[in-house]
């Protein structure tokens, strides 16, 4: 399944430590997605990191991709109680194929 | 600018009735995606149209479901008759980069059948 599959399902931090989250898929892909999703509220689209890149940065945020591990990373620096959300990955696979979101992380980020 | 909207937010309803969702999508945008989220089965895909075509409705779950899109700036998702299994969230989403591309999500319609 091209579906991504995030670690750990759950996460609790304390403000100001780093958070990691990983994102595994088991086929090729165009690209691979991060979005936030706040309780009762609809995602929003973080990051995008594409096949042939290995790393990129956005604000406290790092996603990293190794495709021959088939693997993502988001890292979220200096956490804030504001970074408190569910956190999914969503790959899209060759061609015009629509994308594939995983169950997501939920982060907790207590102050 | 609005962002993609939603109506109605929230919606109960008894089994067997009709419910019907809609759908803003953003202005200029060319692609909009139904999504429904449970805990069980997280975020799905229904379907999606691109320039107001159905490209692929694989995710709907049975006929009970239909969607359309008569125009570039408005969708709608119809159940009938609605069951407690379809119980979920009900998300809309636009992009003006395609399928594969960055999406935006609407607030989303809570819908419970009882």
């Known amino acids: 399944s091209q579906q991504g599959e995030e670690d750990p399902q759950a996460l609790s931090i304390q403000e100001g430590e780093n958070a990691t989250m990983n994102c595994s898929y088991k086929t090729s892909i165009n690209n691979l997605q991060w979005y936030r999703q706040n309780s009762g509220r609809g995602l929003v689209h973080l990051i995008l990191i594409r096949s042939n890149e290995r790393e990129k940065h956005s604000g406290r945020l790092r996603v990293t991709l190794d495709t021959s591990k088939k693997s993502s990373s988001l890292l979220i620096t200096a956490s804030r109680a504001a970074d408190t959300a569910s956190y999914f990955c969503a790959t899209a696979g060759s061609g015009n194929t629509p994308l594939v979101f995983g169950k997501g992380t939920r982060l907790s980020v207590i102050a | 600018d609005a962002g993609v909207i939603q109506s109605p937010r929230h919606e109960v309803t008894e089994m067997g009735q009709e419910v019907t969702l809609r759908c803003k999508p953003i202005s200029g945008h060319n692609s909009l995606f139904w999504y429904r989220q449970t805990m069980m089965r997280g975020l799905e895909l229904l379907i999606y149209f691109n320039n107001n075509v159905p490209i692929d409705d694989s995710g709907m779950p049975e006929d009970r479901f239909s969607a359309k899109m008569p125009n570039a700036s408005f969708s709608t998702l119809k159940i009938q008759p609605s069951e407690p299994r379809d119980s979920a969230v009900y998300f809309c989403?636009?992009?003006?980069?395609?399928?594969?591309?960055?999406?935006?999500f609407g607030p989303g319609t809570r819908l419970t059948v009882t």
């Open positions: 989403a636009s992009s003006s980069t395609g399928e594969a591309y960055e999406q935006y």
